[in-house]
């Protein structure tokens, strides 16, 4: 009996010898390389400000259809409508990205907040306009001169209206500027408080709607405002697993958004309180950049693409507002590391 008992105790002891030496091996072997986060961990948490735009409709396809969560991101989508705000949160590390037009990322980036441009939106294409009071006398942008016009100075509009102000030979002294948010532009519009006012979609539509006309729209500049995400510098260098799940899931849900834009109106509507048939009427007014896109509007080191061309436009006119000493090396700034790495 006593010589089974020994055995069974050796027998014991062998096996947890051999237990221990199999847990010593395993404790020697590298960890699982890690993505956004892990299993077990808690979600990346990424606060991106964007304002009211349907251009950004790949922001909240990916956030409705679980295409941040899947990759272990945890994505808050921040409504910040001022052009300040959303640069001085990104600078103060408030946010980790903010979705804004080129040029307002240029201009951001040409007052020194280190940044990277890692995604392009989209271009508007009739989305952004001119509109103006019905039987007030206004036939063309020259009849402008002595008006009030509403709009957000330092951003895409102002911008836009400089671009057709130069074009029928005016400038910004020839008009009366009343210095107002987009969405505040339209309301003061639509009150009668102003002749003009510069604004996006769905204001446009709503003025049209309401007897007004549009003068001019960004269908008479193609690809003068298109817009970009762009992630805080150390966020990227610092995280880069979670930037590059952020553009993966982004490429998705624009390749979603194109080829299902019924459920994406649905979507957009919910985001931005309006009805599906509104939301699908403004994202015909935009052009989606999918992957492809991006990969175009990027170009290549040899031969870089159009977002160098309308960047350094950008930076030339914000020069001359006296807003920035100097227009930024975009070259700094532009980051196609990230789209070069999703998966075709």
Same mark, same amino acid.
């Given at each position: 009996m006593r010589k089974k008992t020994a055995a069974l105790v050796a027998l014991i002891l062998v096996a947890a010898m051999l237990a221990a030496l199999a847990a010593g091996?395993?404790? *020697?072997?590298?960890?699982?390389?890690?993505? $956004? $986060?892990?299993?077990?961990?808690?979600?990346?948490?990424? +606060?991106?400000?964007?304002?009211?735009?349907?251009?950004? @409709?790949? &922001?909240? +396809?990916?956030? #409705?259809?679980?295409?941040?969560?899947?990759?272990? &991101? #945890?994505?808050?989508?921040?409504?910040?409508? *001022? +052009? @300040? #705000?959303r640069k001085q949160a990104l600078a103060a590390g408030k946010i980790q990205a903010m979705a804004a037009s080129l040029d307002v990322s240029v201009a951001a980036a040409g007052e020194g907040v280190p940044m990277k441009f890692v995604w392009a939106f989209d271009a508007s294409n009739g989305a952004d306009g001119l509109i103006v009071k019905k039987g007030k006398g206004i036939e063309k942008v020259a009849d402008l001169k002595g008006r009030e016009v509403a709009f957000h100075k330092g951003s895409s509009s102002h911008l836009f209206l400089d671009t057709v102000l130069e074009k029928a030979g005016l400038s910004e002294k020839d008009i009366k500027v009343v210095d107002m948010k987009a969405s505040e532009a339209a309301s003061a519009f639509m009150a009668g408080k102003v002749d003009a006012a510069v604004t996006w979609e769905p204001h446009l539509s709503k003025a049209v709607a309401a007897g007004d006309k549009i003068l001019v729209s960004t269908k008479d500049t193609p690809g003068l405002i298109a817009d970009v995400l762009a992630f805080r510098e150390d966020f990227v260098k610092n995280n880069p697993a979670a930037v590059q799940a952020v553009v993966d899931a982004l490429a998705e849900a624009t390749e979603f958004l194109n080829k299902n834009p019924a459920e994406a109106s649905k979507i957009l509507a919910a985001a931005f309180k309006s009805k599906p048939e509104e939301a699908a009427a403004d994202m015909r007014t935009v052009k989606f950049y999918d992957l492809k896109d991006n990969l175009e509007f990027y170009g290549t080191k040899e031969k870089p693409g159009p977002i160098f061309d309308v960047g350094n436009r950008a930076g030339k006119f914000y020069v001359g507002l006296k807003l920035l000493s100097q227009a930024p090396d975009l070259t700094k700034f532009v980051d196609d590391t990230f789209i070069k790495k999703v998966k075709k």
């Open positions: 091996c395993s404790s *020697g072997q590298p960890a699982p390389q890690k993505q $956004a $986060a892990g299993q077990n961990e808690k979600p990346q948490k990424i +606060v991106i400000a964007y304002t009211p735009w349907i251009g950004y @409709g790949a &922001l909240f +396809v990916a956030q #409705d259809k679980g295409m941040f969560k899947s990759r272990g &991101l #945890d994505v808050e989508l921040q409504s910040i409508e *001022g +052009v @300040g #705000d």
